[in-house]
């Protein structure tokens, strides 16, 4: 595997399901982000990991619980959820602090997540 | 946050043509990032720039840097079906580990 992958790719939950997602990086990054995108809004950031430290909520609803148990992996579990909560969840990584090349983010392929 | 603002919001044109994507801010950025994505994908990174005035040319793509370094400006030329997707741009303060993100430019080229 390269780059930055994401499973699963498409997820079908309830709201009163727990389901989780999962982010892995093959980069040597030291920096992991969890986005979400919503039709016609700009990306949200809503988690940043840097050297797996959460150093970044961005005032996320507390049924988004991220864990970071390593530089490669993050994880996004999920309960309780809301059908407006239904997007494209995309993960990244970069290497901070790294100034020639500024803070360029890669990312995964995102999951579709649809809440019923 | 800094808030990125990308013009126009959607652009459509016919194969062969030219077009160019804006990215402007009121902000400094110390780099600033071109991604392009495609549906059901995510952003795929394009460009960076770092300098002010500085450009940068992928093929038929050519990436300018605003001297002031708040603003950026995408040019594709004789643009191909497969130059279809959103183009989003985002800025980078050196301060910390955040991208501001633009809401994005919708290219539609037609064959």
């Known amino acids: 595997e390269t780059g930055v992958t994401q499973t699963p790719r498409h997820l079908v939950m309830g709201m009163t399901n727990k389901k989780s997602l999962k982010c892995e990086q093959h980069l040597g990054h030291n920096a992991m982000y969890w986005y979400k995108q919503s039709a016609k809004k700009p990306l949200e950031l809503m988690f940043v990991y840097s050297l797996e430290e959460r150093v970044e909520n961005n005032s996320v609803p507390s049924r988004f619980s991220p864990e970071c148990p390593n530089s490669s992996h993050l994880f996004l579990h999920l309960h309780t959820l809301q059908p407006e909560d239904s997007a494209l969840y995309l993960c990244?990584?970069?290497?901070?602090?790294?100034?020639?090349?500024?803070?360029?983010?890669?990312f995964g392929p995102g999951t579709r997540l649809t809440v019923l | 946050t800094q808030l990125l603002e990308q013009s126009p919001q959607f652009l459509s044109i016919q194969e062969g043509e030219n077009l160019t994507v804006y990215c402007n801010s009121s902000?400094?950025?110390?780099?600033l990032q071109w991604y392009r994505q495609e549906p059901g994908e995510g952003p795929v990174l394009l460009v960076t720039?770092?300098?002010?005035?500085e450009v940068k040319k992928l093929k038929r793509l050519t990436f300018q840097f605003g001297d002031a370094r708040k603003d950026s400006s995408l040019h594709i030329t004789a643009a191909q079906p497969g130059d279809t997707g959103l183009y989003l741009c985002?800025?980078?303060?050196?301060?910390?580990?955040?991208?501001?993100f633009g809401a994005g430019t919708t290219v539609t080229v037609r064959a």
């Open positions: 720039v770092v300098t002010g005035g």
């Open positions: 985002a800025g980078d303060s050196s301060n910390d580990y955040k991208l501001s």
């Open positions: 990244a990584s970069s290497q901070v602090h790294d100034i020639s090349v500024g803070n360029e983010q890669f």
């Open positions: 902000s400094v950025f110390s780099s």
